[in-house]
C-alpha cells in the first residue's frame, strides 16, 4: 500500500491539516458498526487527517472520533447505492454488506462517488470503484491513497468527471473535528459543469443536507455526520450551474476499467 508520504508529496496542499498527535480514531467502534476491518492506508490517513476537501469539489470523509459507529453504520446502510443497485444503474456491483458489495469513502459536493469494492480477500487488496455523476462506472487496481496520489499526481484519470478535475493547484481544506465551529467559507473550486438541483437554494433550509444524488425519478439526499454536512451546506454557495463533463481519456495515465 502507498505510504501517507507519497500522497502529501503529490498533493502537498494537504500537510498544513495533518494531525501531528494523531486523530485516536476507535477502529474497533467502526468496525462493529461497519461489520468488516478497513484497509490499512485509510486507517493511516484517518489517523494523520481530518476530513479533508480538495477544490471545494472532492471530500475525503475520514470517520469523526467520538463519532465512528455513525461512519460505519452510514456507509452500511448507503441509501444512494440500494436505490441505484435496485433500479439496476450499478453495472453489476452490489451495496455492501452483500458479497464484494461497495463501500463509500469519498464523493464529490455534486454527484460523484468513490468506493472500495470488498472482498474476502484482505481489505488491502480492495479496489477503487467511482461513479461519476453523468453516471460512469470504473475501477481502478489501487487503494484510496494511492488513488488520490495518482490523481493529484496526474498518473491516473477519473473518466467522466468534470473540466479542470484535478486542478493546477489543487487547495485543500481540513475540517476541524469540532462540530460546533462554524462553517468554513467557499474556496475557490474546480469548475464542475452540473446542473443545479431542483428545490432552490439548500444552504437556506434548517438542516443541512449533503450529497445530492440525480435519479431517473427526481433527486435523493445522502446523509452525512455533521463535519462533513458544515462543509456541504457552505459549498452550496459556489455550485456551479452547468452540466458538462470530460470524455475519457486516452492517455498514458492509468484510467480505470470502463464499466458501461
Same mark, same amino acid.
Given at each position: 500500500?502507498? !505510504? ?13 491539516? !495533518?494531525?501531528?498527535?494523531?486523530? =485516536? ?17 485509510? @486507517? =493511516? ?29 452510514? !456507509? ?90 484535478? =486542478? ?25 459543469? @452540473? ?66
Amino acid at each position: 500500500m502507498l !505510504r501517507i508520504e507519497e500522497l502529501e508529496a503529490a498533493l502537498p496542499a494537504i500537510t498544513p491539516w !495533518r494531525v501531528a498527535a494523531g486523530r =485516536s480514531v476507535d477502529w474497533a467502534a467502526l468496525e462493529a458498526a461497519l461489520g468488516t476491518a478497513l484497509p490499512s492506508d485509510f @486507517r =493511516s490517513l484517518a489517523e494523520a487527517y481530518p476530513v479533508l476537501v480538495v477544490d471545494d469539489f472532492l471530500m475525503v470523509s475520514s470517520p469523526t472520533p467520538g463519532a465512528e459507529a455513525l461512519w460505519g453504520s452510514a !456507509r452500511r446502510e448507503d441509501e444512494i447505492l440500494q436505490d441505484l443497485y435496485e433500479m439496476g444503474d450499478t453495472e453489476g456491483y452490489v451495496p455492501f454488506p452483500q458479497p464484494g458489495g461497495l463501500i463509500s469513502w469519498a464523493e464529490s459536493n455534486s454527484g460523484d462517488s468513490f468506493y472500495w469494492r470488498t472482498g474476502p480477500a484482505d481489505p488491502d487488496a480492495w479496489p477503487v470503484v467511482v461513479r461519476g455523476d453523468n453516471g460512469d462506472w470504473s475501477e481502478f487496481p489501487v487503494g484510496a491513497v494511492e488513488f488520490l496520489a495518482g490523481v493529484y499526481g496526474r498518473t491516473i484519470d477519473v473518466p467522466g468527471m468534470p473540466r479542470g478535475f484535478p =486542478s493546477d493547484d489543487p487547495k485543500v481544506l481540513g475540517l476541524s473535528d469540532r462540530i460546533d465551529w462554524p462553517a468554513p467559507e467557499p474556496q475557490a473550486h474546480v469548475n464542475s459543469d @452540473r446542473p443545479q438541483a431542483p428545490g432552490g437554494d439548500r444552504h437556506q433550509q434548517q438542516q443541512p443536507t449533503s450529497l445530492r444524488v440525480p435519479r431517473r425519478d427526481g433527486w435523493k439526499v445522502r446523509r452525512s455526520g455533521p463535519v462533513e454536512q458544515r462543509w456541504l451546506s457552505a459549498s452550496e454557495h459556489t455550485r456551479s450551474a452547468r452540466n458538462e463533463r470530460t470524455s475519457p481519456s486516452h492517455s498514458s495515465t492509468m484510467a480505470g476499467v470502463h464499466c458501461q
